[in-house]
T-cell receptor, first 112, second 113 residues
Framework: NAGVTQTPKFQVLKTGQSMTLQCAQDMNHEYMSWYRQDPGMGLRLIHYSVGAGITDQGEVPNGYNVSRSTTEDFPLRLLSAAPSQTSVYFC???????????FGSGTRLTVV | EDQVTQSPEALRLQEGESSSLNCSYTVSGLRGLFWYRQDPGKGPEFLFTLYSAGEEKEKERLKATLTKKESFLHITAPKPEDSATYLCAVQGVLTGGGNKLTFGTGTQLKVEL
C-alpha cells in the first residue's frame, strides 16, 4: 500500500514549456485533488475530482488542466509554464465525506 | 466564503514547555475541522478530525479541541521531534466541491532542548 505517489519530486521548466505532474493512489479513494503551496498563502485548491470522468475547478485553476480516466490516476497539466507557477504542488486523496486527506510528498516546480 | 486563521505564525518552545496553537474559522455550517502536521520537504500528515463543538481528540502529546468559532491544538510536554508546521483546515456543509478543504497558513513550531 503505497498511498499517494507523486512524480517527479523536482522539476525546472523554462517559461512557455508544458509538462504533466503525475499522481497515483492505491486506496480506491473517490476524491482526488491538486493543491499548490506558496509561502504565506497556505494550500490553495487548483482542481479536484469526485470520481473517474468527473473534474471541477478549485480556487486557482488558470493555467492548469486535469483529467481523470481511472480511479487511481489524476495528472495535472501545465499548459504553458509561467514564473508565477513556481510552487510546491501536492496531490491529495480521500473517501467522499468529512474524511482526512492523504497527501503525496509533493513536486517542487521552478519556472525560469 | 470559508476562512481559516491560525496563530501564532511561529512558536518556539523549550522541551517540556506546554502550549497551545489556535485556529479560528468561519464556515457555512461546519462539516469537519482537520489538523495536519507538515515536516519540511514533505506532504501534510493527517492528525485529527473534529466534527462538533465540545469534541476533543488526543494522540500522544497532542490534544485537539473545538468550539463554534475556533479550535486549539494543545501540546503537552513537547519534545524536539514535535517540531513541524501544524495546519488547520475546515470543510463546510455548503462549500460544495466534494471534499474541498480550506486551509490556514499554519503555525511553525520549534521545540528546543
Amino acid at each position: 500500500n503505497a498511498g499517494v505517489t507523486q512524480t517527479p519530486k523536482f522539476q525546472v521548466l523554462k517559461t512557455g514549456q508544458s509538462m504533466t505532474l503525475q499522481c497515483a493512489q492505491d486506496m480506491n479513494h473517490e476524491y482526488m485533488s491538486w493543491y499548490r503551496q506558496d509561502p504565506g498563502m497556505g494550500l490553495r485548491l487548483i482542481h479536484y475530482s469526485v470520481g473517474a470522468g468527473i473534474t471541477d475547478q478549485g480556487e486557482v485553476p488558470n493555467g492548469y488542466n486535469v483529467s481523470r480516466s481511472t480511479t487511481e490516476d489524476f495528472p495535472l497539466r501545465l499548459l504553458s509554464a509561467a514564473p508565477s507557477q513556481t510552487s510546491v504542488y501536492f496531490c491529495a486523496s480521500s473517501y467522499i465525506g468529512a474524511r482526512g486527506y492523504t497527501f503525496g510528498s509533493g513536486t517542487r516546480l521552478t519556472v525560469v | 466564503e470559508d476562512q481559516v486563521t491560525q496563530s501564532p505564525e511561529a512558536l518556539r518552545l523549550q522541551e517540556g514547555e506546554s502550549s497551545s496553537l489556535n485556529c479560528s474559522y468561519t464556515v457555512s455550517g461546519l462539516r469537519g475541522l482537520f489538523w495536519y502536521r507538515q515536516d519540511p520537504g514533505k506532504g501534510p500528515e493527517f492528525l485529527f478530525t473534529l466534527y462538533s463543538a465540545g469534541e476533543e481528540k488526543e494522540k500522544e502529546r497532542l490534544k485537539a479541541t473545538l468550539t463554534k468559532k475556533e479550535s486549539f491544538l494543545h501540546i503537552t510536554a513537547p519534545k524536539p521531534e514535535d517540531s513541524a508546521t501544524y495546519l488547520c483546515a475546515v470543510q463546510g456543509v455548503l462549500t460544495g466541491g466534494g471534499n474541498k478543504l480550506t486551509f490556514g497558513t499554519g503555525t511553525q513550531l520549534k521545540v528546543e532542548l
